[in-house]
């Protein structure tokens, strides 16, 4: 098998020039310059160079030699090329699923600030339905996953992620934007818009029935941009998500704290089958960050 350290030092010589000079750039001494491609010769059959002169001359042998070598190193850059980028970028696009009241302002940020710090990052973004998340996490679909906490689920573990309170959507002039906060109790008798069944809708009607109010739902809608949306129509008051919801202020609504207070949460959530990669690492605490920066516009 051929010395790559003899190959190194025959490219070292036609890069430089001459065995002198090859030998002066990589610091060592021009014997061993010598020796070295004296050895390759003799692997090979053939002479390099052509002796007696100052300059490395190639044979005809050595020229159509050094084209193979040249060739063989290009397909090892391209390893190098490759393994570099495995190793800062991954595998492929970033796999992320994501809930929708995340999906329009703070995925995009953390997306953007990703490509800022890891120049060639490719991201995949979801947004399925909320069970949805949670099973392709499970099934290695999705490399990372932000959704509504759920039970039941193997192969994914999940830490809490970002939890705000709800508040209430109401159309502008309404007669509770006057008050600071809206309790469940002043709206009693109101049009309501409720949201989809689930954990979150089963919250605001237990509420209700704490307070011993009897909720007059005229409309459901799953999410909070179409509850919104009938709000400013005048269709009825939700109970919403904030971070969502503040992303509307092109709509005629207003925003007024809710009680009791009904706490949203979400988690993230990976798979347990694989550790994360720098990639996945570099982009979770990117989603820390800009969690953070959200929280303090409130």
């Known amino acids: 098998m051929m010395n790559p350290g003899h190959l190194d030092l025959f490219r070292a010589v036609l890069r430089h020039g001459g065995m002198t000079k090859a030998a002066d750039a990589l610091g060592i001494s021009q014997p061993h310059v010598s020796r070295a491609v004296a050895q390759l010769e003799a692997e090979l059959g053939f002479a390099l160079f052509i002796r007696g002169h100052g300059s490395a001359t190639p044979t005809i042998e050595g020229e159509a030699f050094a084209r193979e070598v040249e060739r063989t190193y290009a397909g090892l850059d391209h390893l190098r090329d490759a393994a570099r980028q495995i190793r800062e970028l991954g595998t492929g696009p970033l796999k992320v699923a994501c809930q929708p009241s995340l999906a329009a302002r703070l995925l995009p940020r953390a997306i953007r600030r990703l490509g800022m710090e890891c120049p060639g990052a490719r991201v995949a973004l979801h947004v399925p339905a909320p069970d949805t998340i949670w099973s392709w996490v499970a099934s290695g679909q999705c490399d990372l996953g932000i959704g509504r906490p759920r039970s039941g689920y193997v192969g994914v573990e999940n830490e809490p992620f970002l939890t705000v309170d709800a508040v209430c959507a109401l159309p502008i002039g309404h007669a509770l934007t006057e008050p600071p906060v809206v309790a469940v109790r002043d709206l009693a008798g109101e049009a309501l818009i409720a949201g989809a069944p689930g954990l979150f809708q089963q919250s605001v ?17 799953q999410y909070t941009g179409a509850r919104c949306g009938l709000v400013a129509e005048g269709a009825g008051l939700a109970i919403v998500d904030p971070i969502p919801a503040r992303e509307l202020a092109h709509l005629p609504i207003v925003l007024r704290p809710f009680q009791p207070s009904l706490p949203i949460a979400s988690v993230m959530i990976r798979p347990t089958a694989r550790p994360p990669g720098r990639l996945v690492e570099q982009f979770i605490n990117i989603l820390k960050a800009e969690r953070e920066d959200i929280l303090a516009e409130r």
């Open 205 to 221: 009607e237990a509420a209700f029935a704490e307070a011993a109010v009897e909720p007059r739902f005229v409309h459901m809608a």
